[in-house]
């Protein structure tokens, strides 16, 4: 049975009646959420379909899957399909239908397609009328309609569909960050993989003959390029594309500066996180100094050696020889100049000797005990060779003034 039909509203765009259930009137033209079909969260909408003249619309669901009926009032003859349904792309299926008039010798006013024009206005028997649609959109059905004399149509309602641009394809090393179809007027947004530089533009739009703008762009590997050997030191790494690291180790006897991570880089600009490194001969700065002692050699880098010598009079306590090494630093053991020391030089018999002092430049005195005579120097000097200056005094007793005879040969 039939539901109850309430007051007949007029379609002004398309110049159609339209009537209504009268317990809930359909509301046209309505969409909620966006045109995805069902894989996704949001309901698909779609307008109501447009119900020709004469014609029942039976069905007031008009989300994706639903079904609607078509059936025409007192003798009239429902051309074309009786059923349509809410498809995923969000348009209804089939075309619309229409209902044969009762007025003799014409057809009843088929309605123009959406996105599309209609050329003629005549509906009486032979009248001709063409179809066309705008731009970005292409006829599915015949163009052109004859009223026949059985006040039908020659053909089905057409239908203007959009244009579809097909796949846009998708660039290697990189993606689909954005698009909301192929249809005509739809875009697509493209990006590459971390890692990859993007060449070309990143945008395309579906155009009316059926063609995206533009190409895919190019997804290109980052590199930052060969940082460069390092002088006096080792790299590590032959890899410098993207987010891959370079190290280096400098030679013995050389440190790095700065005194950061021997590590590098390669970021998403192409270029290294921070400048190559150098390596810095290690040098150990001037050798520990030594009294009365003087530093023998002029090369104070890393594994070179140094030696001390010791001023006129002085000598040295042991044989030191000290070497750069580590992070600047002398190893061994730093030696001293000690005064050279001649030695006790003795006291003469019936004499006594004053000083206590037997070093370089220390002096000693002589003198006898009377009567006796003081023979040689009275005064002696210790010198730089380790001998003492003059000659040992004897003391010698004056009663014994003179010499046996030495005899004849």
């Known amino acids: 049975m039939l539901p109850p039909w309430g007051p007949r509203f007029r379609d002004t765009a398309n110049d159609y009646n339209v009537e ?11 969409k909620r959420g966006a045109l995805w079909g069902p894989h996704l969260s ?5 307008d109501s379909p447009v119900v020709p003249a004469n014609t029942i619309l039976i069905g007031d669901l008009f989300t994706y899957g639903a079904v609607v009926h078509y059936s025409c009032r007192g003798s009239r003859s429902l051309v074309g399909n009786s059923s349509r349904t809410c498809q995923e792309d969000s ?6 239908p229409h209902c044969t008039g009762n007025n003799p010798g014409f057809c009843s006013d088929p309605r123009t397609p959406a996105h599309g024009s209609r050329l003629g ?5 032979k009248s001709l009328l063409r179809f066309s649609c705008e731009m970005g959109y292409q006829l599915r059905g015949l163009a052109e309609w004859t009223c026949l004399l059985n006040r039908s149509w020659s053909g089905l309602q057409p239908v203007c569909e959009a244009v579809s641009c097909g796949n846009p394809g998708m660039p290697a090393h990189g993606m689909i960050v954005s698009n909301d179809g192929m249809l005509f007027s739809s875009s697509v947004v493209y990006a590459c993989w971390d890692g990859y530089r993007t060449s070309g533009l990143t945008t395309r739009h579906c155009t009316a003959n059926g063609t995206w703008t533009g190409t895919a762009p190019d997804c290109t590997l980052i590199s930052c390029g060969d940082p460069g ?19 280096y180790q400098c030679n013995p006897g050389y440190t790095m500066e700065p005194a950061t991570s021997p590590t590098i880089r390669c970021t998403k600009d192409s270029t290294w996180n921070h400048s190559k490194l150098t390596c810095k001969a290690i040098t150990c700065g001037q050798p520990p100094p030594v009294q009365d002692g003087k530093v023998e050699g002029t090369d104070f880098c890393w594994g070179a050696n140094i030696s001390y010598s010791c001023v ?14 580590g992070q600047g630093v002398w190893r061994g053991e730093v030696p001293q100049c000690l005064p050279v020391f001649c030695g006790d030089p003795g006291t003469p018999a019936e004499g006594r000797l004053s000083g206590k002092s037997f070093t370089y430049g220390s002096e000693v005195f002589f003198q006898c005990k009377s ?39």
């Open 20 to 30: 209504s259930p009268s317990t809930d009137p359909v509301i046209c033209g309505r």
């Open 42 to 46: 949001h309901q698909l909408f779609r």
């Open 91 to 96: 348009h209804w299926s089939g075309a619309l």
């Open 121 to 125: 206005e005549e509906f009486k028997a």
């Open 229 to 247: 050997t390092l002088a006096n030191g080792i790299q590590f790494g032959t890899d410098f594309t993207f987010n891959k690291t370079v190290s």
């Open 312 to 325: 006129h009079g002085f000598q040295l306590s042991q044989p030191a020889i000290l070497s750069c090494e």
């Open 371 to 409: 009567p006796f005579l003081l023979v040689g120097s009275s005064r002696r000097v210790c010198q730089a060779d380790g001998t003492w200056s003059g000659v040992q005094p004897t003391c010698i007793d004056p009663a014994h003034n003179t010499c046996p005879d030495p005899g004849t040969p």
